[in-house]
C-alpha cells in the first residue's frame, strides 16, 4: 500500500512508526488474533525484496549522503567539541534501523534491564522478564548456544559467512598483549547478558542458511501478507500528531505524505482512527516530536512553536543517550582480506561479489567488516587509575558494584570506516571503542508545530563530563598498541591521527613495512602528547547511533514520559514502545533492546485486549 486512499478511515490499533518495535509488535498481534484491524505508518520506503536491504554488503549505501532509507538529524554546535555538529542517523524505511543497520549482535548485562526494573521502578522489566522474550526473537545459529538464547525465532543469528584474517589477527595479537583477560576460544558466548573482557570472535544478526540481514520486516512482516489481511501497513507518510477526544483519550492521528519520496503529491493532512489504541513507535527522535506536536512536552518547548500545551510532561525529549565513539585507522598489507573496494564502489567490485552472493555462504559479501571485539572492563586498581580521577569517582559509584558492566566496547573492523575520498584507494582496518555508559544526557525538541521535515533542537551532550574523555583517550593508546603489532599493519594515515610531537617516541608511522615487534615496549606519551590526543578525541568523537531515552520509562516526577505498561502519563489510550522508553542505557549495540520492547510491548498489549498466545 502506498497512498493515503488505500486504507481504511478506522482501525482498532494505529502505530505511528513503522520501524524495529513497531514491526515486532504489529507481528506479534496480528498473528496471534486474525481479527484485530492493525495499521502501521512509516515514513519511508519498502523494503520488500530489495538487496540493499537484504545483502549485507550493502548496509553501507543506507548511510550516504541523500539517503532515501535513513534520515540525518544535525545537532546544535559543541563547545566542547570544538564547535562541530554531530550528525546522527535514524533508519526511515520499514522497519527502520533493522533494515539498515551494521548487523552487529550484542547484548546488554543482565543488570542493565534490572536497573530498569529497580532503579527505575518499572515491574516486570527486569532481566529475569525480558531473557524470555530476547529467546523468543531469535534462532541462535552457533553450536552450543547457552540458556539465554533461542533455537526458534524468526530472527537468526550467526558468525556470518566470512572470517577475516584481519579479525584473526586482532584476536592473536589482542590476547598475548593482554594476558590480563581471560583466554578463551574463539566462539566463546559474549553475549549471554554476564560473560565480559573476554576477546572474541564477534556474531552477527545474519542467516547463516542465506547469507541475508535478520532485519524484521522479512522475517515478520512480509511473510504474513497473505495470510494475515488484517494488518496493513502504509510507506511514505509522515504522523503529524495524535488526535484526541474531549477527554484525552487518543483516537487516531493526522498524517501526510513525506515530501522526500512524494516531492509532487499534495500537502493534505488526512486522519485515520484507532478504536482501541494509538501506539506512537517512531524512536527516539521521531517519537517525542509526535508527542510535542500533540501538545504533550514542557511548555517552553510548545510555546516557542506555538503548540497549545495538553499535558505538561517536561520529560517529553529529555534524556537524550547515545555511545560516544572514535575510530583509528591504519594502512592493511596488499594481501589483507578487507571490504574497502566494496565500500568504494571500485569498478566490478560490487557487480562481483553480487554475482558470488548465495553460492556458498562463505564469501566476502556475506560480512559486514565486524570480525572481533572485547567488552572491556578493568580488572584491576591501576587500570581504573588509567581511565583519569573523574572516571574514578563514577567507577566507584556506578560499576564498583555491578561487575556485569563493561566500560568500552573495542572492535576491529576489515575497513577504512570513513570518507574514503581522503587516501588513497588501497587496503585499511580501522579500531573503533564506544563507552558503554556515557554520562552524556542532551535533548531533542521540535522547531515547528506542523512540519515533520524540519530540522529538530538537538542536543547530544557528547563530553560535557570529562569522565567519558579520558577512558576514549585511553583506548586510544591501548588500540594502537593492537594495531601495530599486527602482521598486516603498514603504518598509519597521519591526517586520521594526533598531531604527536614529530620527533617523540609518539609519533605517527605514516609507512611501515610489517609490525613493530611484539616485544617492543609500549609508547610513552609526553604532556604535549596527551594535549594532543586529547584535541584529537574532541575533534573525532562521534555517535554510534544507538539513540534512546527521550520518552523515559520511569516516574513521572523523575521526568518520566511514560509507565511501565507504557502509557503516556496525563492522556488514555495511548502507549509509546521503541528506543525512546529506555530510562537507562545499555551495554550493546540497541538493535536487540528495540527487539525486546517489541516483544515486551506486545505482550502488554495483548494482555490488556484479552490477546491470547502472545506471551
Same mark, same amino acid.
Given at each position: 500500500?502506498?497512498?493515503?486512499?488505500?486504507?481504511?478511515?478506522?482501525?482498532?490499533?494505529?502505530?505511528?512508526?513503522?520501524?524495529?518495535?513497531?514491526?515486532?509488535?504489529?507481528?506479534?498481534?496480528?498473528?496471534?488474533?486474525?481479527?484485530?484491524?492493525?495499521?502501521?505508518?512509516?515514513?519511508?520506503?519498502?523494503?520488500?525484496?530489495?538487496?540493499?536491504?537484504?545483502?549485507?554488503?550493502?548496509?553501507?549505501?543506507?548511510?550516504?549522503?541523500?539517503?532515501?532509507?535513513?534520515?540525518?538529524?544535525?545537532?546544535?554546535?559543541?563547545?566542547?567539541?570544538?564547535?562541530?555538529?554531530?550528525?546522527?542517523?535514524?533508519?526511515?524505511?520499514?522497519?527502520?534501523?533493522?533494515?539498515?543497520?551494521?548487523?552487529?549482535?550484542?547484548?546488554?548485562?543482565?543488570?542493565?534491564?534490572?536497573?530498569?526494573?529497580? #532503579?527505575?521502578? =518499572?515491574?516486570?522489566?527486569?532481566? &529475569? $522478564?525480558?531473557? %524470555?522474550? !530476547?529467546?523468543?526473537?531469535?534462532?541462535?545459529? /552457533?553450536?552450543?548456544?547457552?540458556?539465554?538464547?533461542?533455537?526458534?525465532?524468526?530472527?537468526?543469528?550467526?558468525?556470518?559467512?566470512?572470517?577475516?584474517?584481519?579479525?584473526?589477527?586482532?584476536?592473536?595479537?589482542?590476547?598475548?598483549?593482554?594476558?590480563?583477560?581471560?583466554?578463551?576460544?574463539?566462539?566463546?558466548?559474549?553475549?549471554?547478558?554476564?560473560?565480559?573482557?573476554?576477546?572474541?570472535?564477534?556474531?552477527?544478526?545474519?542467516?547463516?542458511?542465506?547469507?541475508?540481514?535478520?532485519? #524484521?520486516?522479512? =522475517?515478520?512482516?512480509?511473510?504474513? &501478507? $497473505?495470510?494475515? %489481511?488484517? !494488518?496493513?501497513?502504509?510507506?511514505?507518510?509522515? /504522523?503529524?500528531?495524535?488526535?484526541?477526544?474531549?477527554?484525552?483519550?487518543?483516537?487516531?492521528?493526522?498524517?501526510?505524505?513525506?515530501?522526500?519520496?512524494?516531492?509532487?503529491?499534495?500537502?493534505?493532512?488526512?486522519?485515520?482512527?484507532?478504536?482501541?489504541?494509538?501506539?506512537?513507535?517512531?524512536?527516539?527522535?521521531?517519537?517525542?516530536?509526535?508527542?510535542?506536536?500533540?501538545?504533550?512536552?514542557?511548555?517552553?518547548?510548545?510555546?516557542?512553536?506555538?503548540?497549545?500545551?495538553?499535558?505538561?510532561?517536561?520529560?517529553?525529549?529529555?534524556?537524550?543517550?547515545?555511545?560516544?565513539?572514535?575510530?583509528?585507522?591504519?594502512?592493511?598489507?596488499?594481501?589483507?582480506?578487507?571490504?574497502?573496494?566494496?565500500?568504494?564502489?571500485?569498478?566490478?567490485?560490487?557487480?562481483?561479489?553480487?554475482?558470488?552472493?548465495?553460492?556458498?555462504?562463505?564469501?566476502?559479501?556475506?560480512?559486514?567488516?565486524?570480525?572481533?571485539?572485547?567488552?572491556?572492563?578493568?580488572?584491576?586498581?591501576?587500570?581504573?587509575?588509567?581511565?583519569?580521577?573523574?572516571?574514578?569517582?563514577?567507577?566507584?559509584?556506578?560499576?564498583?558494584?555491578?561487575?556485569?558492566?563493561?566500560?568500552?566496547?573495542?572492535?576491529?573492523?576489515?575497513?577504512?570506516?570513513?570518507?574514503?575520498?581522503?587516501?588513497?584507494?588501497?587496503?585499511?582496518?580501522?579500531?573503533?571503542?564506544?563507552?558503554?555508559?556515557?554520562?552524556?544526557?542532551?535533548?531533542?525538541?521540535?522547531?515547528?508545530?506542523?512540519?515533520?521535515?524540519?530540522?529538530?533542537?538537538?542536543?547530544?551532550?557528547?563530553?560535557?563530563?570529562?569522565?567519558?574523555?579520558?577512558?576514549?583517550?585511553?583506548?586510544?593508546?591501548?588500540?594502537?598498541?593492537?594495531?601495530?603489532?599486527?602482521?598486516?599493519?603498514?603504518?598509519?594515515?597521519?591526517?586520521?591521527?594526533?598531531?604527536?610531537?614529530?620527533?617523540?617516541?609518539?609519533?605517527?608511522?605514516?609507512?611501515?613495512?610489517?609490525?613493530?615487534?611484539?616485544?617492543?615496549?609500549?609508547?610513552?606519551?609526553?604532556?604535549?602528547?596527551?594535549?594532543?590526543?586529547?584535541?584529537?578525541?574532541?575533534?573525532?568523537?562521534?555517535?554510534?547511533?544507538?539513540?534512546?531515552?527521550?520518552?523515559?520509562?520511569?516516574?513521572?516526577?523523575?521526568?518520566?514520559?511514560?509507565?511501565?505498561?507504557?502509557?503516556?502519563?496525563?492522556?488514555?489510550?495511548?502507549?509509546?514502545?521503541?528506543?525512546?522508553?529506555?530510562?537507562?542505557?545499555?551495554?550493546?549495540?540497541?538493535?536487540?533492546?528495540?527487539?525486546?520492547?517489541?516483544?515486551?510491548?506486545?505482550?502488554?498489549?495483548?494482555?490488556?485486549?484479552?490477546?491470547?498466545?502472545?506471551?
Amino acid at each position: 500500500m502506498s497512498t493515503p486512499t488505500a486504507i481504511n478511515e478506522e482501525y482498532d490499533i494505529v502505530i505511528a512508526g513503522g520501524g524495529t518495535a513497531a514491526c515486532v509488535i504489529a507481528s506479534r498481534l496480528a498473528s496471534a488474533d486474525a481479527k484485530l484491524r492493525i495499521l502501521l505508518l512509516e515514513a519511508g520506503p519498502t523494503t520488500y525484496n530489495d538487496p540493499a536491504h537484504t545483502h549485507p554488503l550493502n548496509f553501507l549505501s543506507h548511510h550516504a549522503p541523500g539517503s532515501r532509507t535513513a534520515r540525518a538529524h544535525v545537532s546544535q554546535p559543541s563547545a566542547v567539541l570544538g564547535d562541530r555538529t554531530t550528525i546522527v542517523l535514524c533508519g526511515q524505511c520499514l522497519g527502520g534501523g533493522s533494515s539498515i543497520n551494521t548487523m552487529m549482535y550484542t547484548r546488554p548485562s543482565a543488570s542493565d534491564y534490572d536497573d530498569w526494573e529497580t #532503579v527505575y521502578q =518499572n515491574p516486570g522489566w527486569g532481566s &529475569k $522478564d525480558l531473557i %524470555p522474550l !530476547l529467546r523468543k526473537i531469535e534462532t541462535f545459529q /552457533v553450536p552450543g548456544g547457552g540458556s539465554t538464547h533461542g533455537t526458534d525465532g524468526p530472527l537468526a543469528v550467526s558468525p556470518g559467512g566470512f572470517f577475516t584474517d584481519i579479525g584473526k589477527q586482532f584476536l592473536q595479537v589482542a590476547r598475548a598483549l593482554d594476558p590480563v583477560r581471560a583466554q578463551k576460544p574463539d566462539d566463546t558466548d559474549t553475549n549471554d547478558l554476564e560473560t565480559i573482557n573476554v576477546y572474541t570472535r564477534w556474531l552477527k544478526w545474519m542467516n547463516a542458511e542465506t547469507g541475508t540481514r535478520s532485519d #524484521v520486516p522479512h =522475517n515478520m512482516i512480509y511473510p504474513l &501478507k $497473505d495470510t494475515r %489481511p488484517n !494488518l496493513h501497513f502504509l510507506t511514505g507518510v509522515h /504522523v503529524k500528531h495524535v488526535t484526541f477526544d474531549d477527554e484525552n483519550r487518543a483516537t487516531g492521528v493526522a498524517y501526510a505524505l513525506n515530501p522526500l519520496l512524494h516531492p509532487d503529491g499534495p500537502r493534505t493532512t488526512h486522519t485515520v482512527r484507532g478504536t482501541k489504541l494509538v501506539l506512537v513507535s517512531a524512536g527516539a527522535f521521531g517519537s517525542p516530536g509526535i508527542l510535542e506536536r500533540s501538545g504533550i512536552g514542557a511548555k517552553d518547548v510548545l510555546e516557542r512553536v506555538r503548540v497549545k500545551q495538553r499535558v505538561n510532561l517536561p520529560g517529553v525529549g529529555e534524556n537524550y543517550q547515545d555511545h560516544n565513539i572514535i575510530y583509528a585507522k591504519y594502512f592493511a598489507a596488499d594481501d589483507a582480506q578487507v571490504l574497502d573496494a566494496l565500500f568504494r564502489d571500485e569498478k566490478g567490485a560490487i557487480d562481483a561479489a553480487a554475482a558470488e552472493f548465495g553460492k556458498s555462504r562463505k564469501e566476502i559479501s556475506t560480512h559486514n567488516s565486524i570480525d572481533a571485539a572485547i567488552k572491556w572492563r578493568p580488572s584491576t586498581p591501576s587500570e581504573v587509575a588509567e581511565l583519569g580521577p573523574e572516571f574514578q569517582e563514577y567507577w566507584d559509584s556506578y560499576f564498583v558494584n555491578a561487575p556485569d558492566k563493561p566500560v568500552l566496547l573495542i572492535g576491529v573492523l576489515s575497513i577504512l570506516l570513513g570518507d574514503p575520498t581522503v587516501l588513497p584507494p588501497r587496503k585499511y582496518f580501522t579500531l573503533g571503542s564506544y563507552i558503554e555508559y556515557p554520562l552524556a544526557r542532551g535533548h531533542v525538541h521540535i522547531t515547528h508545530a506542523d512540519d515533520v521535515s524540519s530540522p529538530v533542537d538537538f542536543v547530544p551532550g557528547f563530553f560535557w563530563s570529562k569522565a567519558d574523555v579520558q577512558p576514549l583517550t585511553w583506548v586510544y593508546k591501548f588500540m594502537r598498541e593492537i594495531a601495530r603489532r599486527m602482521p598486516h599493519f603498514r603504518g598509519e594515515p597521519p591526517m586520521l591521527h594526533p598531531k604527536f610531537a614529530p620527533s617523540g617516541p609518539a609519533s605517527v608511522i605514516a609507512h611501515a613495512e610489517g609490525p613493530v615487534p611484539f616485544d617492543a615496549p609500549r609508547i610513552v606519551y609526553s604532556e604535549e602528547d596527551e594535549r594532543a590526543l586529547e584535541e584529537f578525541a574532541r575533534a573525532e568523537v562521534t555517535t554510534a547511533w544507538h539513540s534512546l531515552g527521550t520518552c523515559a520509562m520511569k516516574p513521572r516526577e523523575q521526568g518520566g514520559v511514560v509507565d511501565s505498561k507504557l502509557n503516556v502519563y496525563g492522556v488514555r489510550g495511548l502507549k509509546v514502545a521503541d528506543l525512546s522508553v529506555p530510562p537507562g542505557n545499555v551495554s550493546s549495540n540497541t538493535y536487540g533492546t528495540a527487539l525486546v520492547i517489541g516483544e515486551k510491548a506486545a505482550v502488554i498489549i495483548a494482555e490488556e485486549l484479552g490477546i491470547k498466545g502472545v506471551a
